[in-house]
């Protein structure tokens, strides 16, 4: 069975949806966990507990994903707790609406110093420590926009398009020195990302769309992530594993 006894996950974003989804599933399987909070402390409590709950261990930091001196901390804290890293989880980002002719240099950096620059910052903090350790497992989190696009939402698009080329680079890059990276699209989640529009006026559109005939649970998006950093996927580099209830097909 999957096993990650012995190994320590950092995932970012894992204070609620995906993310938190995916650090408790870690955490049955054996993992001990880093999460990372913004704002809502709380939030990230509650994992904690769940995951204390385990019987495994969890650190909580503090960290805003667009800053680079955060992303650096949140890395060498975990390393200083657990002297290890095994796998990071990108997996912090937003979703913000806006017409090309409204992309103003706020509602662009914003997202893009989260979604895409965000990322770059938690791997290049993350690399030197998974080299030292001549193992690891790098992991973004794009989305069916990136493949497809996705109107009104172009600097969300682009930035997951970002991820997938990132994704390639890094595989690329790192290989030799036994650090996978790879890739998880999903396609519409039921999070608090998106739960509005799943039940605002376009829901019916949007879920006729899905072959599956609705959104995923976060639970369905963490097993795919726990499996690529899995030793099951140990000769997989360099993907993108679609999950999106066969949306992509139909789309
Ligand atoms: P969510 O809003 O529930 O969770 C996002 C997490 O990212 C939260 O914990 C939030 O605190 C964190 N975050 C955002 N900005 C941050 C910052 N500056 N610093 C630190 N943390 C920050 O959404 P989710 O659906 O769980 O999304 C997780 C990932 O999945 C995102 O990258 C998202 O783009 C992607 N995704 C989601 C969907 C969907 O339909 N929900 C679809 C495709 C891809």
């Not at 001990?32 to 995951?51: G, M, T």
């Not at 001196?69 to 913000?96: H, P, Q, Y």
């Not at 999903?186 to 605002?200: F, K, N, Q, R, Y």
């Not at 769309?209 to 996927?233: C, H, K, M, Q, Y």
Request: hydrophobic residues 45%; aromatic residues 6%; proline residues 2%.
């Amino acid at each position: 069975m999957i096993n990650f006894n012995g190994k320590v996950a950092l995932i970012t974003g894992g204070s609620r949806g995906i993310g938190a989804a995916t650090a408790k599933l870690f955490a049955r399987l054996g993992a001990d966990i880093a999460i990372n909070y913004r704002a809502n402390k709380d939030e990230a409590e509650k994992v904690k507990a769940d995951i204390e709950g385990l019987g495994r261990q969890c650190l909580m930091s503090k960290a805003d994903i667009a800053k680079r001196s955060n992303c650096e901390n949140l890395i060498k804290t975990t390393i200083e707790k657990f002297g290890r890293m095994d796998i990071l989880v990108n997996n912090a980002g937003i979703w913000t609406e806006a017409a090309i002719e409204n992309m103003t240099d706020d509602i662009l950096d914003c997202l893009l110093d989260i979604n895409l620059k965000g990322c770059f910052y938690t791997a290049s903090a993350a690399v030197p420590f998974m080299k030292k350790q001549k193992s690891g497992n790098i992991i973004f989190i794009a989305s069916t926009a990136a493949q497809r696009g996705e109107a009104f939402h172009s600097h969300y698009a682009a930035s997951k398009g970002a991820l997938i080329a990132l994704t390639k680079s890094l595989s690329t890059e790192l290989a030799d020195d036994n650090i996978r990276v790879n890739c998880v699209a999903p396609g519409w989640v039921d999070t608090d990302m998106s739960h509005e529009a799943l039940i605002g006026p376009d829901a019916s559109k949007i879920l006729s769309l899905i072959p599956l005939g609705r959104a995923a649970t976060a639970e369905e998006i963490a097993g795919p992530i726990v499996f690529l950093a899995s030793d099951w996927a140990g000769f997989i580099d360099g993907e993108v594993l679609n999950v999106n209830g066969g949306a992509v097909l139909a789309g």
